[in-house]
């Protein structure tokens, strides 16, 4: 019953991004460009980063075996990208570096889901597993390239629209400038970025390791 | 007399650290913690955990080897608590930085603001009195935990000191930049708005002081002992009829006054924060005394009167 439960909540899921990842390419080959790309598949997108809160339930409640506070960074960093940037700054929406982060999303979750569900069902392939913790070694800093040249390109605009900020003199003397505030996000990738990348390398050599050693006995 | 033998092994590894032989019966955790140092010098006292079991709970300084339950050859688990700094030294450390800080704001230090604004002064009275409050309340403070508070535990982990800092200088920076602005706003119901702030500021400084003072006499000087405190002559006391910590419901209260005082979000922000930090502590304490004493006045609640 509860292996039932488990997998009920992460196939849909892995059946999204495949959705997703199927309107990107037959967009592509269509159009032959990736301008537009973006406005074509927002609405799914936004649907799903924001169902993603849902994983940050899966993990207090134990259907995913990865942390509160690992996957609380990974969902509020995909919210901030697809809502506090894509879609509210336009003129970014036809760089070059959304498809990148767009792909390295889709690719890692589609892997990631698929082996989920495949260990509950207790038939993992090979490939499944290997792919889980191998795909990121180039998925992640290709992502997180995505991500910060983005933000880099939504500055300038940031800066001449002065949206999202406060300015004084106002009734609750306090300020918010969104042009800064992009600056130290994407400074905190430095101190964030390698923490998750060696966690990452770290379960690797756990997992394969193990297995390797494992099938010289045999 | 009969004396016991001691050995102490790591937690961990279950290596044998240490062995004792003729260790007196009435002889406390806390000699064997000296004695331990002397084969040991890297672990002074306040870095060691000892405890009867690897994972269990540490025990206490003045616990009586006699008295626990352990054979003659007593088996103790060594755990290593990592770097220690005094609670005093974090005390006044993440006291004194906001003093200096919101004066270094007030005073408007070049760099801060724009130029022409250089150590000039504000033309709102509710900015001179802000600051007098907030000086006020770290000096308070300050003396507070130099001749007032008496601590049960001597030290904390290092890395605390850092975190501490961060918090207080943080927030304190941050509120004093509004504050001391040259396009400050002050509050809307303007000279009543900031007297009833005042007066709340005042009363709860008041309320805060006479409680700890009221702990301070719970306890004799270099003891340790925990008993339940009751309302006193004082009306400021009377609070503990309804609540187990009154110190922090007042200092809640200080930090609210100061909000409405200023009209500043950030002050308003940093009272949210602080607020849901007592309540935890608040919780936690109100947990302990209901542990550790049968006939604890059932009406009181944590934090505030009846609700939480």
């Known amino acids: ?218 | 007399m009969k004396h016991y033998e001691v050995e102490i092994l790591d937690a961990k590894t279950r290596e044998k650290l240490c062995f004792l032989d003729k260790v007196e019966p009435h002889a406390t955790i806390a000699e064997i913690k000296n004695l331990f140092t002397k084969t040991h010098p890297q672990w002074y006292p306040a870095h060691q955990s000892l405890c009867l079991d690897p994972k269990g709970k540490s025990l206490k300084d003045e616990d009586v080897l006699q008295k626990l339950p352990v054979g003659t050859t007593a088996t103790l688990y060594f755990r290593d608590l990592g770097a220690q700094i005094s609670w005093v030294t974090v005390f006044l450390t993440e006291y004194a930085g906001p003093l200096f800080i919101y004066l270094l704001f007030y005073f408007r230090v070049p760099f801060i603001y724009s130029h022409k604004y250089d150590f000039t002064s504000s033309r709102h009275t509710v900015v001179h009195l802000a600051c007098i409050c907030h000086s006020f309340h770290y000096i308070k403070r300050l003396l507070e935990t130099l001749f007032v508070h008496r601590f049960s535990h001597g030290t904390m982990p290092l890395r605390n000191i850092f975190k501490n800092c961060t918090y207080y200088w943080g927030f304190a920076a941050w509120m004093a930049y509004y504050i001391n602005h040259p396009l400050y706003t002050p509050p809307t119901y303007g000279a009543q708005q900031v007297k009833l702030a005042l007066a709340i500021f005042v009363i709860c400084q008041l309320g805060n002081f006479s409680i700890h003072m009221a702990l301070r006499d719970l306890r004799p000087a270099g003891s340790k002992t925990r008993k339940i405190p009751y309302p006193s002559k004082n009306p400021f006391t009377w609070l503990f009829l309804l609540v187990s910590c009154p110190n922090y419901t007042y200092e809640v209260g200080s930090w609210i006054g100061f909000a409405i005082m200023t009209q500043c979000l950030p002050v308003a922000l940093f009272s949210l924060v602080g607020f849901t930090q007592v309540t935890i502590w608040a919780k936690g304490k109100h947990r302990s005394y209901l542990k550790e004493f049968q006939d604890y006045p059932p009406l009181r609640m944590p934090i505030i009167p009846f609700l939480l």
């Open chain 1, 1 to 218: 019953m509860v292996i039932a439960r488990r997998f009920g909540a992460t196939q849909p899921v892995s059946q999204l991004w495949l959705v997703l990842a199927i309107a990107m390419v037959r967009f592509y080959m269509e159009k032959g460009t990736h301008k537009g790309l973006y406005k074509s598949i927002q609405k799914t997108l936004k649907f799903f980063q924001t169902f993603a809160l849902l994983e940050i339930v899966h993990c207090l409640i134990g259907i995913v075996p990865t942390s509160v506070i690992v996957a609380g960074v990974q969902v509020s960093s995909r919210i901030f990208m697809v809502w506090l940037i894509t879609h509210s700054i336009k003129p970014i929406q036809n760089e070059e570096s959304v498809v990148l982060f767009l792909v390295a999303w889709t690719v890692t979750e589609i892997t990631r889901y698929s082996f989920y569900t495949f260990s509950l069902l207790d038939h993992l392939p090979y490939f499944i597993k290997w792919a889980r913790y191998n795909f990121f070694i180039i998925l992640y800093p290709v992502g997180v390239a995505g991500e910060l040249l983005t933000i880099y390109a939504a500055l300038p605009y940031v800066k001449k629209t002065g949206m999202f900020s406060i300015r004084l003199p106002n009734k609750y003397n306090v300020s918010f400038d969104y042009y800064y505030f992009l600056l130290i996000t994407m400074a905190s990738y430095i101190p964030l970025f390698p923490q998750l990348y060696f966690h990452m390398l770290r379960q690797r050599r756990k997992v394969l390791h193990g297995e390797v050693i494992v099938e010289k006995d045999d």
